[in-house]
């Protein structure tokens, strides 16, 4: 890592972490972004490695803003990159002299402790401002079958195609409600996939539903735009793309060897007679996002239930404040809205960031603000249109699984074992307690795979609301670390001489 003192801390190189370090630099900020992917550009902007050769997954009109971001950013004097670094905790936010957790929002003398693991080893990181935005990641949705190897969940086969140039099988299903899977199909067509059928459960839009659409055409063109080619290039290929069609498991010894798919009714329920197998070698399923508030939560800040918006969603303020002084949020973890508007809020976070630090006027500040807002609301009508249009059914989702099936999936435990612990253990009432008992949500994931499909059982089988439910409690390390690395924390001096992470309190 390079010796800049951050200033401004941004966990995560995406369009929000990006478009809010360019924003700050340009005002004056040092800005140092930590990201655990070997490059910037997060999961739209993803990139292979330098050098890989082969076609730039970022070619093409759909991906001029992020090219355009990308490059100013890399050449910013002020911006310094710590890539292949993982930030794992957040320390000293709340707590008070006697050791205690204060309520969220207690104000705190200093900003927090971040604590990062990369290629030099454990650092405690001191900014004066931290910007979250770690981003989202595909809602896993649990059916039998989904734990057989070629089974992933859509994004996961772009991330192979976008950053490792690899093909995630020979023939291939996409099924979801979400219109990534369009884009994701085209890519894997162009790449030479043999794409067997892309499978919607919602159907096409009504009257009501293309009124709003052309509301929020003005400003969103280049998505529309995106969808459209992407179904030309896949009509081009003879790939059948069908609504109303719901895939209930994928079959398989050893492997996936195909997908049993249905056709459901407006609530996405299976119509007896309708089902059929289609042989392939690999799924990928896409119901949409949930985002990455693992670090936020573990640092204190105050997250809601926002089902349509991707589940638990960070609280924050129109200038992007988290509920704790110093910490900002900006992109998915504030609600899945698309890249577009991850990159208006990482503008408008770093705006308020700059004039909390006393490195912008109020008026240069304002006058910046109305073409952000701008941005913010143009980008909103498009993020509220999918919201409405390509919202998971997660009751109907939940129905999928069987008592055989996994759901916890690190720690191996079955939807027929939550039912039975339920059973035996009727005033169970949170996410977190079930935990404890079963395990679900202990390995190395940390529970972002079970969590959601957790929730959403308990939710069907006891009617407690989602919200009084879950989530998980965030624990550090918010992701897996080696443990030399964790008993060297105790050791590692801060750049500011600080004092080390207390692991004894703050990792119960
Ligand atoms: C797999 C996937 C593929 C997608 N593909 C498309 C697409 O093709 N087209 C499209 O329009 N939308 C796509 N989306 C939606 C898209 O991700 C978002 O709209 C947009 O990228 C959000 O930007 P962001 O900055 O909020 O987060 P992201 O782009 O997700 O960026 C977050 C960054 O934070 C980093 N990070 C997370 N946690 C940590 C941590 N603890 N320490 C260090 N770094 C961390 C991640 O590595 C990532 O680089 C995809 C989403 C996913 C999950």
Redesign the pocket.
């Known amino acids: 890592m390079s010796a800049v003192e951050p200033q401004v801390l941004i966990?995560?190189?995406?369009?929000?972490?990006?478009a809010a370090a360019v924003t700050a630099a340009h005002h004056g900020a040092q800005v140092l972004v930590?990201?655990?992917?070997a490059r910037?550009?997060?999961?739209?902007?993803?990139r292979p490695d330098p050098g890989a050769g082969g076609p730039d997954p970022l070619a093409g009109p759909a991906y001029t803003a992020g090219r355009t971001l990308l490059a100013r950013a890399a050449a910013h004097p002020r911006i310094t990159f710590a890539h292949d670094?993982?930030?794992?905790g957040v320390f000293g936010t709340r707590t008070t002299p006697d050791g205690f957790a204060a309520p969220p929002g207690t104000p705190v003398p200093e900003g927090p402790r971040v604590a990062?693991h990369g290629p030099a080893g454990v650092e405690i990181l001191l900014p004066r401002a931290l910007l979250l935005?770690?981003?989202?990641?595909?809602l896993p949705v649990p059916m039998p079958g989904w734990t057989l190897p070629g089974f992933f969940?859509v994004?996961?086969i772009?991330?192979l195609l976008k950053g490792h140039r690899t093909l995630a099988g020979r023939r291939i299903v996409l099924a979801g409600a979400h219109p990534?899977l369009l884009?994701?199909a085209a890519q894997l067509v162009r790449a030479g996939a043999d794409v067997a059928e892309v499978a919607f459960a919602q159907g096409l839009p009504g009257p009501a539903e293309l009124t709003r659409a052309l509301a929020a055409l003005p400003g969103n063109r280049a998505?529309v735009t995106?969808g459209t080619t992407a179904v030309r290039t896949l009509r081009q290929a003879g790939v059948p793309i069908r609504t109303h069609t719901l895939i209930l498991r994928a079959e398989g010894a050893d492997h996936v060897t195909g997908a049993v798919l249905a056709r459901v009714d407006r609530n996405w329920r299976p119509i007896p007679g309708t089902e059929r197998t289609v042989a392939c070698d690999t799924v990928g399923t896409g119901y949409g996002?949930v985002p990455?508030t693992e670090?936020a939560r573990q640092a204190g800040c105050a997250a809601t239930w926002n089902g349509p918006a991707g589940g638990w969603v960070l609280v924050h303020d129109h200038a992007m404040r988290t509920t704790l002084p110093h910490i900002w949020a900006?992109?998915?973890?504030t609600g899945?809205?698309?890249?577009e508007h991850?990159v208006a809020t990482?503008k408008r976070a770093a705006l308020d960031i700059c004039l909390s630090l006393g490195i912008l006027t109020t008026a240069d500040h304002d006058r910046e603000l109305t073409a952000v807002d701008r941005e913010l609301a143009t980008t909103m009508r498009m993020a509220k249109l999918l919201e409405s249009t390509c919202a998971p059914d997660r009751a109907a989702l939940n129905a999928l699984a069987d008592d055989d099936t996994p759901l916890c999936r690190c720690e191996e435990v079955s939807y027929g074992q939550i039912r039975c612990t339920m059973r035996d253990n009727p005033g169970l009432g949170t996410a977190d307690a079930v935990k404890l008992l079963t395990r679900a949500g202990m390995g190395p994931c940390q529970g972002r795979m079970c969590g959601p499909a957790l929730v959403e059982l308990l939710h069907q089988e006891t009617h407690i609301p989602r919200e009084t439910l879950g989530p998980f409690t965030a624990r550090p390390p918010?992701?897996p670390l080696p443990l030399a690395a964790l008993a060297e924390a105790h050791a590692t001096t801060t750049r500011t001489a600080a004092p080390p992470i207390d692991t004894d309190t703050d990792m119960s």
């Open positions: 966990v995560g190189a995406g369009p929000a972490g990006l930590v990201d655990e992917q910037p550009g997060g999961q739209i902007w993803r670094t993982t930030a794992w990062v935005t770690a981003g989202a990641y595909d969940t994004g996961g772009q991330a990534l884009i994701a998505k995106e996002f990455s670090l900006a992109g998915e973890l899945v809205a698309g890249a991850a990482g918010i992701k």
